[in-house]
């Protein structure tokens, strides 16, 4: 005795329906390591110029104000809303946005100081070891020899945005970059 199955139809359909939700996740997690790889260059091309600022400007009146200036005007790709420098001792400043040239608090407050040294180091002479280096005014010319920036990126990911779960699908990416001041 045979029996024979005739409706492939419901089969292809059921199929799919246990294909589909793996086919969309898949989809979703390249279109959010693209997302992803995206905020971390253009990061990481807003370091580089922030240091290459910091390299010119030692010596000069509010030097960690055009870092930070030099900072956003490389995050252009970025939203400036997660963007916060890290300072030496582990305290957020920002997030800052630029207007008309100048660096802006997120209550439209022109910043104008920075409450701490922020990225100007003396090394003690030992390039090696960076922890008996000091944080140095960057007005005095003749003390700093490297400026380090270290940032925080707090990356939302889209799939945690569609489900309503922001907070569940936040993580940081901190990237710090050093540059060599230029000689006076």
């Given at each position: 005795m045979r029996i024979k199955f005739g409706n492939k139809k419901a089969q292809a359909i059921v199929e799919f329906a246990?294909?589909?939700?793996?086919?969309?996740?898949?989809?979703?997690?390249?279109?959010?390591?693209?997302?992803?790889?995206?905020?971390?260059?253009?990061?990481?091309?807003?370091?580089?110029?922030a240091a290459k600022e910091a390299a010119f400007c030692r010596g000069q009146q509010d030097a960690d104000i055009k870092v930070i200036k030099k900072l956003l005007e490389g995050a252009a790709a970025l939203n400036t809303v997660n963007l916060y420098v890290v300072s030496p001792t582990n305290a957020l400043f920002g997030p800052y946005k630029l207007s008309g040239g100048k660096v802006f608090d997120f209550n439209n407050l022109e910043v104008t100081s920075i409450g701490e040294e922020l990225f100007f180091y003396n090394d003690n002479g030992t390039p090696n070891d960076l922890s008996d280096d000091y944080k140095v005014n960057p007005s005095n010319a003749a003390l700093p020899s490297y400026a380090k920036i270290r940032v925080r990126y707090t990356h939302t990911m889209?799939?945690?945005?569609?489900?309503?779960?922001?907070?569940?699908?936040?993580?940081?990416?901190?990237?710090?970059?050093q540059a060599r001041l230029a000689p006076q």
């Open positions: 246990l294909i589909f939700p793996i086919l969309i996740a898949t989809i979703m997690c390249i279109f959010e390591f693209g997302l992803l790889l995206k905020n971390y260059l253009g990061l990481n091309y807003a370091l580089g110029r889209i799939n945690a945005q569609i489900l309503g779960l922001e907070k569940q699908g936040t993580f940081n990416l901190e990237l710090t970059m």
